[in-house]
């Protein structure tokens, strides 16, 4: 993954392209690896996809 | 005896049938028609694509799975339809014409009771002069086959970078009518990771191209998530991400033309643009298969039967209408053709009443909007529901006219899907974007703004959704092959 300053790089102001969007931090990067957190959010996840499937059948 | 047939064995077709069988048993009898030996999992194609699954990962054979479930397999394509039967007999029946390499060319009458049409699409590359692999100009992913080329051109390109010089990839919609957008997403985001991970990625140029009105469209109109405190729409989700990943992009196009190394497009705005490229890969436009169909006495009706696109007509109010006064109750809710009763069509084989996505032309005129999906959770979904009706007509619960009574329902409007993108294949670094969106059709009455249930549409990207994506590879392969427990296995 590129470091966090290079994509910080690719924005361009006025552009309506990249000026527009949000750049995950370092934090919500490292969030998005941390194995701890991920099983956590693995966990709600996999509950809120089968409430939906649960929804979905008539 | 009755006797269900059921025409294709994708994701929807196989669900049908393998569910109609376990619940029928030997009383009655399932024959699927598929022009197809093998069944693939069409999610993990993209793994194949990028060389980090094989062919063999995604697919098997089909024949020993419907011998140990007991249904009828017939490698054959189905050629026409004959709802009403043929002069001297009353039953209706599907034309085929054998693929089976040992009955190759040879056609046979299979008489039905009841039939379930889940053909698919046809991948209509013809719709873009040059585009496809047998065109020879850009690549695909929509077959295992055309994915495991794919990952030829992919891993020659690797080796190139590696020499040290410059590659330009550009991928996503080949046709401003294009769906399955998802799955170019899921492509270009591993074609990212998988540079990354051979130290290549500086050597890139990844674009992406699509009909998409915005970034995120995804041929549903979008969708809203909580995020980061805020309700946050999927453009700002999916521009994030591309800019994250230093992925530039072109929305709004329509593909005119697919020359060697290079395209030609033109933008809502009318504007008309040329990309360069080394490696395309570009998602065909759908059609319906082709089928025809006749009345008794011979005469064509396949127009009654059929909307101009090939897809089959069903229970949906396909009356024109802007979009502005577009319902929820348009979709259809039980698949059944609304001239023969015994007629159904599930999955990507149904005909939409509409786009998802707001229509829009370029100034010119050109039709530039995403078809709506109906792949993977829907398919399944319907094909079952599809599958519990025609069972529970069999056994006398009710009759096939009761069936806007009685029948099992599954809207796309009252029905959610859970869509899993892989943007990265590895145990521990990889990740996705995990979705799930409901319903999947909006309905501005019930959710008005978003169109959407807040509680139950959500997004985030980490590396828990690239294992779902895993887990969900080996699940399904194991749920369609009947291995132990796949009833228990949700679609």
Redesign the interface.
């Known amino acids: 993954?590129?470091d966090y300053k290079d994509?910080q790089k690719?924005?361009t102001p006025y552009d309506d392209?990249?000026y527009?969007?949000?750049?995950?931090g370092p934090f919500q990067r490292f969030?998005?690896?941390c194995?701890i957190w991920?099983?956590i959010?693995?966990i709600i996840?996999?509950l809120?996809?089968?409430?939906?499937?649960s929804?979905?059948?008539? | 005896m009755a006797r269900i047939v059921v025409l294709g064995a994708g994701v929807s077709g196989h669900t049908a049938a393998t569910f109609a069988k376990h619940w029928l048993g030997d009383k009655h009898e399932v024959v699927v028609v598929s022009p197809n030996s093998k069944w693939n999992w069409i999610p993990s194609n993209i793994w194949v694509g990028v060389g980090e699954m094989s062919p063999e990962d995604v697919v098997f054979e089909l024949a020993p799975v419907y011998k140990k479930a007991g249904i009828d397999f017939k490698q054959a394509k189905a050629v026409s339809i004959h709802p009403e039967g043929k002069e001297g007999s009353d039953r209706p029946f599907v034309t085929v014409e054998y693929t089976d390499p040992n009955k190759k060319g040879e056609t046979e009458e299979v008489e039905y009771d009841y039939l379930i049409n889940a053909t698919g699409p046809k991948l209509n590359f013809a719709a873009t002069p040059g585009l496809g692999p047998d065109e020879g100009n850009s690549l695909s992913v929509c077959t295992y086959l055309h994915a495991a080329e794919a990952n030829t051109h992919f891993q020659n390109a690797i080796e190139r970078m590696k020499k040290g010089e410059k590659v330009k990839f550009l991928i996503g919609t080949g046709h401003g009518m294009c769906t399955c957008q998802g799955a170019a997403f899921e492509y270009i985001f591993n074609i990212e990771h998988e540079l990354r991970e051979a130290g290549v990625r500086d050597k890139a140029e990844i674009k992406w191209i699509s009909n998409e009105q915005f970034l995120g469209d995804f041929g549903v109109a979008g969708l809203h998530i909580k995020w980061g405190g805020h309700i946050v729409s999927s453009k700002v989700l999916a521009e994030s991400l591309f800019a994250e990943r230093g992925v530039d992009w072109i929305t709004g196009a329509h593909v005119k033309e697919v020359q060697k190394g290079k395209l030609q497009y033109e933008l809502l705005d009318g504007t008309e643009g040329e990309e360069t490229f080394d490696f395309a890969m570009l998602i065909p436009p759908f059609s319906g298969v082709g089928l025809k169909a006749y009345d008794k006495a011979g005469n064509d009706i396949t127009d009654k039967v059929f909307m101009p696109n090939g897809f089959m007509k069903v229970d949906a109010d396909y009356t024109p209408k802007p979009f502005e006064e577009w319902k929820a109750s348009d979709w259809p809710k039980y698949y059944q053709n609304p001239d023969y009763a015994n007629m159904f069509a599930v999955g990507i084989a149904f005909a939409p009443p509409h786009p998802i996505s707001k229509p829009a032309k370029s100034v010119n005129g050109t039709p530039i909007t995403p078809a709506p999906p109906r792949t993977g959770m829907p398919s399944g979904i319907i094909g079952k529901t599809v599958a519990r009706t025609v069972c529970d007509v069999i056994e006398g619960k009710y009759s096939l006219e009761e069936v806007k009574e009685k029948g099992h329902h599954a809207s796309m409007a009252e029905m959610g899907a859970a869509c899993v993108a892989s943007t990265g294949k590895s145990i521990w670094n990889g990740s996705a974007v995990a979705l799930t969106v409901y319903p999947v059709v909006p309905d501005y009455d019930r959710f008005p703004g978003t169109g959407r249930d807040p509680e139950y549409t959500f997004g985030e990207i980490g590396l828990a959704g690239h294992w779902i994506k895993h887990i969900l590879h080996y699940m399904f392969m194991w749920k369609a092959q009947l291995k132990p427990g796949w009833t228990l296995i949700p679609e």
Do not use: C, Y
Not at chain 1, 48 to 53: C, F, Q, S, T
């Open positions: 993954m590129a994509i690719n924005i392209k990249t527009g969007t949000m750049i995950p969030l998005r690896t194995k991920q099983f959010r693995f996840i996999n809120k996809m089968l409430a939906v499937v929804k979905s059948h008539h």
